[in-house]
């Protein structure tokens, strides 16, 4: 049974910095994607980074590249996603999940584990 557990989100004034972390646990997720998604009320859940567990490549949407930063501690299972340059839109609850075939999907469908959820709001 995968388990993610995510922490971290706040409220943060425009221009700010925060990171997330995503604790993964009940599995070795070597061969795996491990992604962050958001869900902005009126919305689709979207697609935001992902990280291939092993060899750490690094895929991102363009509305967050150059601001933020998703990497991973294989000692802790931890993925994290650090937010820099926050601006309002990206006000959302950030979900992480896990994609077990290996490719980093941008569809939410393919993803077979979430976590709960962690609010980010960002104050203009």
């Known amino acids: 049974q995968v388990q993610l557990v995510e922490s971290g989100g706040g409220l943060v004034q425009a221009g700010g910095s925060l990171r997330l972390s995503c604790a993964a646990s009940g599995r070795t997720f070597r061969n795996y994607v491990i992604a962050w998604f958001r869900h902005a009320p009126g919305k689709e859940l979207e697609f935001v980074a992902a990280?291939?567990?092993?060899?750490?490549?690094?895929y991102y949407a363009d509305a967050v590249k150059g601001r933020f930063t998703i990497s991973r501690d294989n000692a802790k299972n931890t993925v994290y996603l650090q937010m820099n340059s926050l601006k309002p839109e990206d006000t959302a609850v950030y979900y992480c999940?896990?994609?077990?075939?290996?490719?980093?999907?941008?569809?939410?469908?393919?993803?077979?584990?979430w976590g709960q959820g962690t609010q980010v709001t960002v104050s203009s």
């Open positions: 990280i291939r567990w092993s060899g750490g490549s690094t």
């Open positions: 999940a896990v994609e077990s075939s290996g490719i980093a999907h941008y569809a939410p469908s393919w993803y077979q584990h």
